[in-house]
């Protein structure tokens, strides 16, 4: 079988390896991408699993990365751009900058499954931390009469307004003098620099009882922030055990949410879906995504 690997241009080498990549694409077992050995999960957590599976809306946003991947001088345009900037910018705001690299965590079936809803629930606020182009966003805020975000790329801003979001300020949303039904925070915990007092201040500003924590962890758990085009360490770096993605959830539950005030209700495995590039037709990281409610007998955790 002809590889690819004596062509010498790399455009042509990069194209040759996207049609390549393509074709395994459709064959390559996504059933592994949810799969999850509940034996391995502590005893605690095991009957909180939620099974979940590739659907419609999946199979949609990759079907339509894989289409935009091959869009060959859009691509080129992003890769110059991305090129220039990056020792200037960061790489979200790059990305809000040219449209691209939307993310994909759920679909609306998967969300309403995890929270245990239906199609017609519906609730006052949601904040959205970290929200980036508002296209997860989108999938929860059709349950909510108000939906807040907050984002530090201007790029991406600018995308939120256009969708009508509320946008807070990082320092603000803590501070409002309203309380939250449901506050999502995807694969941000491994981007900040104290998570531990994040979830702190998520924890005092949810609805009581009532409120839930929508999280998402990229697994293994590889915490670093971004700052301008370089990545650097939190000041603050939570040590998470085990080394399979069964383990690392257990100890994320009995350890670190358990200190900040919180208890699991659902867990589930999905893929983190990001759209690709003129090299890959999507990319895709491993995902715990979490529904966490405050513990009513953690009383107030310290800081």
Same mark, same amino acid.
């Given at each position: 079988?002809?590889?690819?690997?004596?062509?010498?241009?790399?455009?042509v080498?990069s194209?040759?390896?996207?049609m390549?990549t393509?074709?395994?694409?459709?064959?390559?077992?996504?059933?592994?991408?949810?799969?999850c050995?509940?034996d391995l999960l502590?005893?605690s957590v095991?009957?909180?699993f939620?099974?979940?599976?590739?659907?419609?809306?999946?199979?949609?946003?990759?079907?339509?990365?894989?289409e935009?991947?091959?869009?060959l001088?859009t691509?080129?345009?992003?890769?110059?751009?991305s090129?220039?900037?990056?020792p200037m910018?960061?790489?979200t705001?790059?990305?809000?900058?040219?449209?691209?690299?939307s993310?994909?965590?759920f679909?609306?079936?998967?969300?309403?499954?995890l929270?245990?809803?239906g199609?017609?629930?519906?609730?006052n606020?949601l904040?959205?931390?970290g929200?980036?182009?508002g296209?997860?966003?989108?999938?929860?805020?059709?349950?909510f009469k108000q939906v807040?975000a907050?984002?530090v790329?201007?790029?991406?801003?600018w995308?939120?307004?256009r969708r009508n979001?509320t946008?807070?300020?990082?320092?603000?949303w803590q501070h409002t003098?309203?309380?939250?039904?449901v506050?999502?925070c995807?694969?941000?915990?491994d981007?900040?620099d104290d998570p531990?007092?994040?979830?702190?201040?998520?924890?005092? #500003?949810? /609805?009581? *009882?009532?409120?839930?924590?929508? &999280?998402a $962890? +990229?697994?293994?758990?590889?915490?670093y922030?971004e700052?301008g085009?370089?990545?650097e360490?939190?000041?603050?770096?939570?040590k998470?055990?085990g080394?399979?993605?069964?383990?690392?959830?257990?100890?994320?539950? #009995?350890e /670190?949410? *358990?200190r900040?005030g919180?208890e &699991?209700? $659902? +867990?589930?495995?999905l893929?983190?879906?990001?759209?690709?590039?003129m090299?890959?037709?999507?990319y895709?990281?491993?995902?715990?995504?979490?529904?966490l409610?405050?513990?009513?007998?953690a009383?107030?955790s310290?800081?």
């Amino acid at each position: 079988m002809w590889t690819g690997k004596h062509i010498r241009s790399p455009l042509v080498r990069s194209l040759f390896m996207s049609m390549v990549t393509e074709g395994e694409a459709g064959t390559a077992d996504q059933l592994e991408w949810y799969r999850c050995c509940p034996d391995l999960l502590g005893e605690s957590v095991r009957p909180l699993f939620v099974q979940s599976h590739m659907d419609t809306d999946t199979k949609a946003f990759l079907k339509h990365s894989q289409e935009k991947s091959g869009w060959l001088f859009t691509q080129l345009y992003h890769s110059l751009v991305s090129t220039v900037l990056s020792p200037m910018v960061s790489r979200t705001s790059i990305n809000g900058f040219l449209g691209r690299g939307s993310m994909f965590v759920f679909s609306a079936d998967q969300f309403q499954q995890l929270l245990r809803i239906g199609p017609d629930w519906e609730a006052n606020r949601l904040l959205d931390l970290g929200a980036g182009d508002g296209g997860v966003t989108e999938v929860m805020g059709v349950h909510f009469k108000q939906v807040y975000a907050t984002e530090v790329s201007p790029p991406m801003k600018w995308h939120l307004q256009r969708r009508n979001y509320t946008l807070l300020g990082i320092d603000e949303w803590q501070h409002t003098g309203f309380q939250y039904d449901v506050i999502s925070c995807l694969n941000l915990l491994d981007r900040c620099d104290d998570p531990l007092h994040l979830l702190r201040d998520i924890r005092s #500003s949810l /609805v009581p *009882k009532t409120g839930r924590l929508v &999280l998402a $962890a +990229v697994l293994p758990f590889q915490p670093y922030i971004e700052v301008g085009g370089k990545w650097e360490r939190p000041k603050e770096h939570l040590k998470i055990a085990g080394k399979t993605w069964e383990e690392q959830v257990t100890n994320l539950c #009995s350890e /670190v949410f *358990k200190r900040a005030g919180f208890e &699991l209700e $659902a +867990v589930t495995r999905l893929p983190y879906l990001c759209e690709g590039d003129m090299y890959n037709d999507y990319y895709v990281l491993d995902d715990a995504v979490f529904v966490l409610k405050a513990s009513e007998d953690a009383g107030d955790s310290p800081q």
